[in-house]
């Protein structure tokens, strides 16, 4: 998809030239002083259709009038954002998100929207504006590589946002290019789940993954299979086994602190190209939504890349182990006994547990960075989705400062993590009788166990694991959620990179 572009500019609503001009409106107040100022031009019609009932500016409604050349506007979009002390920065994303879809429905080509007159609490200029770039970019999005049809209708080409005064043009400028950067982010993520297995095998990750250092100058570190032989990632190399498709170990480096020998934050993401279960086969329905089971390391990557393009100050790296789970004949087999990375042994019991194994090496390895701060993102659990259902993310961690920072950036970007307990307790469900663990913890709290299998590899780092297997598929689209891979996880990442330069 190409992206929309999104820019900033001063001006009035009266004297705008647009195909679409957007205005918000909250349920049960009068017009805002924009709309004020567009319904005297326009000879009344907004406060009529106010009146009429027909839109009340609940949440996410939408309200079309043509101006009829009494206005620069060709047409006003008004957009609900329901009662005025419940509009929250999400509200705007939402509303943007739906916006986009019906200018791209009516085939206008771009549209410009005015600033809300509400400031939702507690959150800046920057923030709106942010997250109304997410908000419109990730509302039309759309996957149609494989469509032999162009498709119909075609992509909102550009979008402006009105400030009205100049003082207002820094905060929405920068706002806005946050904003872009990481809905591209969310959206390479999108279109990589959305790539079938068969063109997005390991070796496709890591040349998307070479494509996207060379362009942003990152340095990138491939481990190939005999590396990890010899390094002795017998977890990873262990669920490789079964595909015809050779594992890799990618390494990325951001280096955009200007001190010295800064401590990096480093992130690992799972990337299991296609999860069929292994030995331990899946079942076939839903199947092919494990072609996202890479969604961790797409967004880990997408991440770095956003970094870069944002120029954040601060010391970054991302690390994807990568493999396909299949039960080709060399596959594992219950009851094999790998030796990770670290030296801890494991006992395979399940081949389908096969994200905490990977991991296990990918942890092991990161915590030679020393890192400031280590955070993996996961497609783990199907546990995570009976828990959480569609709204959460999982999240587990050692520290409690890193827990409170993973958690804050979970709320502005509306990607919310909720916390599970990590305690020892639940370390008895996976004692193995041959080896040093075993890798599935037994009925019950199946979430928590494969969190605790993964703290058993990231020695005294403050470490946060976050679950993302509740929410990387939706089963319906949603305001700036399309149906199928959500991306979702990515702008928490991203916010919690933004966050720590501030
Ligand atoms: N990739 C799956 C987890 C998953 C399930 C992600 C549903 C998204 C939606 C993972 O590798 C897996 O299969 N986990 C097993 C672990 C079990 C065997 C202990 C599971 O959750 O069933
Ligand atoms: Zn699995
Ligand atoms: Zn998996």
Redesign the pocket.
Known sequence: MKIMRVETKTGRVTSEAAEVLVLTHCEGEGLSQDAVAVDQAIGGVLRDVLQSKEFEGKANELALVHTQKQLAAKRILLVGLGKKKDVSVDQLRQAMGHAVKRVRQIKAAAFTVALPAVTPAGSSLVEVAQAMAEGAILGSYQFTTYRSEPSAPKDVKGMSVLVPHKDGLRPVTEGVRRGVATAEAAVLVRDLCNHPSNVLTPTMVANEAKAIAKEESLTIKILEERDMEKLGMGALLGVARGSHEPPKFIILEYKGSKKKNERPVVLVGKTITF?T?GISLKPAENME??KA?MTGGAEVLASIRAAARLKLPLHLISILPVAENMPGGRAMKPGDVVKTLSGKTVEVQ?T????RLILSDALAYATRYKPAALIDIA?????C?VALGQFAIGMFGTDATLKETVRKAGLRSGERVWEMPLWEEYFEQLRSDVADMRN?GGRGG?MITAALFLSKFVGDCPWVHLDI?ST?WSERERAYIPKGPSGIGTRLLIQYLIDRTL
């Open positions: 999860d279960g939504h494990m089971d399940n389908d547990a096969e994200g497609t783990l659990t199907g546990a989705v599935i199946g297997a990387d």
